[in-house]
C-alpha cells in the first residue's frame, strides 16, 4: 500500500509539471487562439472534498446546474464538448437545440429565422456513471475512468485548437487534461483550493488592500477562538452578531452566528471605558480590563447562545465546533445594520493575464440571509466605480498567486449607522466557474445585448421597425415616436426546485406556461428561459426573467414561480419546493424598491416644486 501511495504522489507531480508547462503554452498561443476557431470542453465538475461530496442529494444533478454553459456558442468561431455527469433524453436534447438555434432569430428579430446548431455542440456523457452510482465522484474523476468517452472527445479535437473550461478544481481535472493533451484555464487544484477556504480569501484582501469585516483568520483551538472573539468584541463594541465561518465548506451551510455583545453582562461597563478613554481605546494598555472581562464570559456565552445556520448539516452549535476545531476557519463580525445587501462578482483572468469582470449582480435569498439561491443583474446597490475599483485590487492579488481562468468575489454593502455612509466589504472568494456565470451567457445569447460591467448597465438592441406604407396627408403634422426603452434588468437561479415536477413531462410543462403567457419575446427582448438541469428525476430547474426595470423583472420571477406551483399542486398534493420561500424574499425586496421608487419619485416632485417656484419669483 506504501508503495502505491508512493506512486500515486509521483504521478501526480508529474502530472502538476505537465500541467504548468502546458499552461506556459497556453500563455504564448492565448492570443491566435481566442481569435480563431476552437473547442471549448466544459467540464462542470464540482471537485469539493470528499465529505462535502458525500453530503450532497443527487450530486450528478448538483454538477450539471450549468448546462447555459452551452451558450458560449454565441461567438461563431466556438464549438463546445459538454460533459454531462447526467444522461440525457431527446426532450432535453431537442430543448436545447431549439433553444441555441433561436441566434439568428434574435440577431434579426424575426422568430422565423432559426437555424440547426447541432453540429457545433456535442454533450458527452462518460460511461463511469453507471459503473459508481453511490460514490458521489467528481465529474473529473468519472471523466478519467471512462476510456470510450475520451476517446470520443479526442476524435472531436483532432487538428482543432481546443481546451478545458473547469468547474471546481480536482487533481482529476489534471489527468484529463493530460489523458486530451489538452490545456485548462484554470488554477492548480492546491492554489484553487488554498484561496477558495474562507481563511484563504482573507489573505488575498488583506494582500489587495480592499476593506473586509473586523475579523480573524486561521483559527484552529478553542482557546485562540476565545481570545479572537475577545478581542474582536473589545475592539468593536457597537458590533452584535459574529458568524463562525468552516474553512471548507459551500453554499453557506458552513456558517453559525452568534449575537455576542446583547449577552455580555459586562458590556454596558466596557461601553463606558471606551467612551472614558476616546481616543486612546486603541491601545492594549486601555482595553486590557475589559478583554478580561469579556474573555472570561465568552464560553459560557457562545455555549448558551451560538446557532449554525444550516441545522441538517450540522445539528447544534457543539457538532459545528468540532468540525470548526478540526479544519480550521474563521471568525467574522456581521455589518452592523438591519439592512444588508450582498453583491456577487464573476470574474476571468485569461492566460495573457488580461483581467475582465464578466457580471455583477445583487444576490437574492431564501430561507437563511447566508444561501444564495439566484441573483438580479447587472447590481443596483453600490456605486460602480467602487466596486469596479475593489474588484481590480483583488483580481490583481490573485493574478500574483498564479490564480487562472473563472472566480468570484462575494461582496455586502450596507449604511454604516455611526457615519451614515455606504460601506463595502469584501467577504469571500471562489475560484471557480460560478453558475451564474452561464446564466449571464444565457441572457447575452437571448437577449443579443451588452452587459457593461464598469457602469452596471445592460442595454440590448432597439426593436426592428417592421416597415409599413403609410399615406401620408401634405398639412399632417406627425407626432414624434418615444424612443424604445432599451434598458434591462435580469433576475436568474439554477437552483428552484419543486418534487411535484416530477410527474410533469418537459412538454406539458411548456405548454402550461405558453397557456399563462410564460416566455421570452424575441422582438421586445424580454421575457422568460428556462434551464433543464434534471431529465432523470426532474424535480430541478433553473429560470432567467428579463425586464424593461428589476421591479418587472423580479415581479414576474415571483409570479411565474407562483403560476407554476398552482398548476403541478393539489391541496392533497402541495409537494416539497423552496418555490414558496423564494416568492416571500422577492415581495420582500420588491416592498423596499417600491418604497425608494416612491420616495425617489416625491423627492423628483418636490425638486419640480422648487423650480417652477424660482422661475415665479424671476
Same mark, same amino acid.
Given at each position: 500500500m506504501a508503495k502505491i501511495r508512493k506512486q500515486l504522489k509521483t504521478t501526480r507531480k508529474q502530472q502538476l509539471e505537465w500541467m504548468r508547462e502546458k499552461t506556459q503554452q497556453f500563455q504564448k498561443s492565448w492570443n491566435r487562439i481566442k481569435k480563431s476557431r476552437r473547442v471549448l470542453i466544459h467540464l462542470p465538475s464540482l471537485g469539493y472534498s470528499h465529505k462535502i461530496r458525500a453530503s450532497f442529494n443527487d450530486f450528478n444533478i448538483q454538477q450539471n446546474q450549468q448546462m447555459s454553459r452551452l451558450c458560449d456558442l454565441i461567438d461563431p468561431n466556438v464549438e463546445i464538448i459538454y460533459i454531462s455527469p447526467v444522461p440525457m433524453n431527446d426532450e432535453t436534447l431537442q430543448y436545447y437545440n431549439k433553444l441555441l438555434g433561436l441566434q439568428s432569430a434574435v440577431t434579426s428579430g424575426n422568430v422565423e429565422e432559426q437555424q440547426d446548431m447541432s453540429t457545433r455542440f456535442k454533450i458527452i456523457v462518460p460511461e463511469a456513471i453507471n459503473s459508481f452510482p453511490t460514490h458521489s465522484m467528481c465529474l473529473a474523476t468519472l471523466l478519467k475512468y471512462s476510456p470510450r468517452a475520451i476517446e470520443r472527445i479526442k476524435n472531436l479535437i483532432a487538428g482543432k485548437s481546443a481546451y478545458i473550461v473547469p468547474g471546481v478544481m480536482h487533481k482529476d481535472d489534471v489527468s484529463v487534461a493530460q489523458m486530451l493533451g489538452l490545456p485548462i484555464l484554470g488554477s492548480e487544484p492546491e492554489v484553487a483550493h488554498l484561496y477558495s477556504t474562507k481563511s484563504g480569501s482573507k489573505r488575498i484582501f488583506t494582500s489587495a488592500k480592499v476593506d473586509i469585516p473586523p475579523s480573524d483568520y486561521d483559527v484552529y483551538s478553542l482557546q485562540q477562538l476565545h481570545e479572537s472573539i475577545a478581542q474582536l468584541v473589545t475592539d468593536n463594541l457597537d458590533v452584535k452578531r459574529y458568524l463562525f465561518k468552516l474553512d471548507d465548506e459551500v453554499d453557506g451551510r458552513g456558517i453559525a452566528y452568534c449575537d455576542i455583545t446583547p449577552n455580555l453582562r459586562c458590556h454596558t461597563w466596557a461601553?463606558?471605558?471606551s467612551v472614558r478613554y476616546g481616543e486612546k481605546w486603541s491601545q492594549s494598555w486601555a482595553q486590557e480590563p475589559a478583554y478580561i472581562k469579556i474573555h472570561a464570559e465568552i464560553p459560557d456565552v457562545l455555549s448558551s447562545h451560538a446557532q449554525p445556520v444550516n441545522k441538517k448539516v450540522f445539528p447544534s452549535w457543539e457538532v459545528f465546533l468540532e468540525a470548526f476545531l478540526s479544519q480550521g476557519g474563521v471568525i467574522e463580525a456581521c455589518p452592523p445594520s438591519d439592512s444588508v445587501t450582498a453583491i456577487s462578482v464573476n470574474m476571468l483572468i485569461e492566460p495573457n493575464n488580461?483581467?475582465?469582470m464578466v457580471s455583477c449582480g445583487d444576490q437574492i435569498h431564501a430561507e437563511t440571509p447566508f444561501g444564495c439561491w439566484g441573483m438580479s443583474m447587472p447590481q443596483s446597490s453600490v456605486d460602480p466605480t467602487q466596486l469596479y475599483t475593489a474588484c481590480r485590487k483583488i483580481a490583481l492579488s490573485c493574478q500574483q498567486r498564479g490564480v487562472l481562468g473563472y472566480f &468570484?468575489?462575494?461582496? @455586502?454593502?450596507?449604511i454604516d449607522p455611526n457615519t451614515m455612509e455606504q460601506n463595502l466589504w469584501a467577504v469571500d472568494l471562489n475560484l471557480w466557474y460560478d453558475d451564474s456565470v452561464g446564466l449571464t451567457q444565457l441572457l447575452l445569447f437571448v437577449t443579443g445585448g451588452k452587459l457593461d460591467n464598469r457602469n452596471c448597465m445592460f442595454e440590448?438592441?432597439?426593436?426592428?421597425?417592421?416597415?409599413?406604407k403609410v399615406a401620408r396627408r401634405r398639412y399632417e403634422e406627425l407626432e414624434e415616436e418615444e424612443p424604445p426603452?432599451? &434598458?434591462?434588468y435580469a @433576475?436568474?437561479?439554477t437552483r428552484l426546485w419543486h418534487t411535484n415536477l416530477a410527474v410533469v413531462h418537459y412538454s406539458?410543462?411548456?405548454?402550461m406556461c405558453r397557456a399563462h403567457g410564460i416566455g421570452f419575446d424575441i422582438k421586445e427582448r424580454q421575457g422568460t428561459v428556462f434551464t433543464l438541469i434534471d431529465n432523470y428525476k426532474r424535480e430541478g430547474i433553473g429560470m432567467l426573467s428579463v425586464g424593461e426595470d428589476l421591479q418587472g423583472a423580479l415581479a414576474s420571477f415571483a409570479r411565474n414561480l407562483s403560476v407554476i406551483h398552482q398548476e403541478i399542486s393539489a391541496p392533497n398534493m402541495q409537494g416539497m419546493t423552496n418555490f414558496k420561500h423564494v416568492i416571500e424574499d422577492i415581495e420582500g425586496i420588491l416592498g423596499t424598491t417600491i418604497q425608494n421608487m416612491d420616495r425617489k419619485e416625491e423627492e423628483e416632485e418636490d425638486g419640480q416644486e422648487n423650480d417652477s417656484m424660482i422661475q415665479d419669483v424671476e
Open positions: 461601553k463606558k471605558e488580461e483581467m475582465t &468570484t468575489i462575494d461582496f @455586502v454593502t450596507f440590448v438592441p432597439p426593436p426592428i421597425k417592421e416597415k409599413k426603452n432599451t &434598458t434591462r @433576475v436568474m437561479s406539458v410543462f411548456f405548454q
